[in-house]
């Protein structure tokens, strides 16, 4: 049974630029959760998304953004990036949303920006 | 918001031995789940171990269980027969019910032959 794939591993974006990261989570999982970690930060919640809605989200600005297509593949997008943009992006995985479910994550994003 | 709670500094293990990470967490909800992960420098993080708040057991995983106290609001992992590959960060995790994982600042572990 294949894990959480995020595509891509590494990705070096210039400030200004928009980037999208991919998550294919476990066959049958429908919740996916994404998270930024960042060394100051620690790990943050950014958003979930459950059989294709938004359920949840963090607290970060506009510029950052998902979605979640029909076969559970989410994607987010991070518009007009900032240096601070510049972290570990990690997807997690759930068969249902809530709190009583197993999450498994990915290897995640790293994402630089210069 | 919950709050995850992991105080101690970075830890040094003899390899072999065992060793107990403190977690502590915060919230009035009934119905909760609580995680530990490992991330390694690669940074991947890797699911260990999960205890649902009905358990009425703790739950085991290998070399890893969860030490649940509920009523001290506490779940600490520990770690049997610690091996080279177990240095890595490790987290604890809380989620509720349709609500977001809330993780601690980790604990740093580095395993010594």
């Known amino acids: 049974k294949a894990g959480v794939t995020q595509t891509p591993r590494y990705l070096i974006k210039t400030r200004g630029q928009q980037v999208t990261l991919s998550c294919s989570p476990i066959?049958?999982?429908?919740?996916v959760s994404w998270y930024q970690q960042t060394p100051g930060q620690g790990l943050q919640f950014l958003f979930e998304?459950?059989?294709?809605?938004?359920?949840n989200k963090g607290n970060f600005p506009g510029r950052f953004s998902g979605r979640q297509f029909s076969n559970s593949r989410s994607e987010m997008n991070v518009s007009t990036l900032e240096l601070g943009d510049s972290a570990l992006y990690l997807c997690?995985?759930?068969?249902?949303?809530?709190?009583?479910?197993?999450?498994?994550f990915g290897q995640g994003t790293r994402l630089t920006v210069v | 918001a919950q709050k995850i709670t992991q105080t101690q500094p970075g830890m040094f293990v003899q390899e072999k031995e065992a060793v107990t990470l403190d977690c502590t967490y915060d919230t009035s909800d009934p119905s909760y789940g609580l995680f530990w992960y490992k991330q390694p420098s690669s940074g991947e993080m890797i699911f260990l171990i999960y205890?649902?708040?009905?358990?009425?057991q703790n739950a085991t995983e290998g070399r890893y269980s969860l030490n649940f106290q509920k009523a001290r609001k506490s779940a600490n992992l520990v770690i049997s027969a610690s091996q080279l590959g177990d240095s890595a960060m490790y987290f604890c995790a809380a989620r509720r019910g349709n609500n977001r994982l809330a993780f601690g600042k980790g604990n740093q572990v580095v395993v010594i032959p």
């Open positions: 066959s049958g999982h429908r919740s």
């Open positions: 998304y459950f059989s294709e809605t938004q359920r």
């Open positions: 205890q649902g708040s009905y358990d009425q």
């Open positions: 997690a995985s759930s068969l249902a949303a809530g709190g009583l479910t197993e999450a498994f």
